[in-house]
């Protein structure tokens, strides 16, 4: 089984939709085990989950992607898992079992990016193959490579990680000594897209 980690934070009229509609995509892969990391959802939302099947950690508002990331750290149990936002929908065909065989086959690259159909995330020269490019910062939905408690891939302790954004902490894995990257021909559909300014 993979674990699958989705950061659910139903915060604008959208989202509680887009919520069910990214976890009835993920749900069609047999060997997932999800896990919401959830950050306020309704009556309504968690009981739908957990109608579902899906397991709930309850997650602080005020968290942020770095904290969440630990926690996803501490919890897989799986070499990779994933790790996500609960607006960005699998668009490609065979999308994980394509995704795991490109990470396995790159072991310097910890953290990498499913590319967004409409717009790429900032690259850089580093590396780059038919499978897949390095980026300097990138989100959305993510294959980690899990080794938090391994020494080859360890998160340095940041002054306020609560505050750290998608670049710091990309930057982070960076220093590491791991590697960000994103798949060149793997996508998702990023349906928060037209309700933020950012990538």
Not at 92 to 120: M, Q, T
Not at 182 to 188: C, D, G, Q, T
Request: hydrophobic share 40%; charged share 25%; aromatic share 10%.
């Amino acid at each position: 089984m993979i674990d699958c980690f989705i950061s659910t934070l139903d915060n604008t009229p959208n989202r509680k939709a887009w919520t069910r509609d990214v976890l009835t995509a993920l749900s069609k892969e047999q060997n997932l085990r999800i896990t919401l990391l959830d950050a306020g959802s309704d009556i309504d939302q968690l009981d739908w989950f957990r109608e579902k099947g899906f397991t709930v950690v309850p997650h602080p508002r005020e968290g942020s992607l770095f904290r969440r990331f630990l926690l996803a750290e501490v919890l897989a149990q799986s070499e990779f898992y994933l790790f996500g936002d609960n607006d960005c929908v699998p668009a490609s065909e065979n999308w994980l079992a394509a995704g795991l065989e490109v990470a396995a086959k790159h072991p310097g690259f910890g953290y990498i990016v499913y590319r967004l159909e409409h717009c790429d995330f900032p690259f850089n020269h580093e590396f780059r193959d038919g499978d897949l490019r390095s980026i300097t910062k990138g989100g959305g939905l993510a294959i980690v490579r899990r080794a938090i408690r391994s020494s080859d891939f360890r998160i340095p302790v940041i002054l306020n990680p609560a505050n750290l954004d998608d670049a710091q902490y990309c930057e982070a894995i960076r220093k590491s000594g791991s590697s960000v990257g994103m798949f060149e021909k793997l996508y998702v559909r990023h349906l928060g897209r037209a309700e933020s300014t950012q990538v």
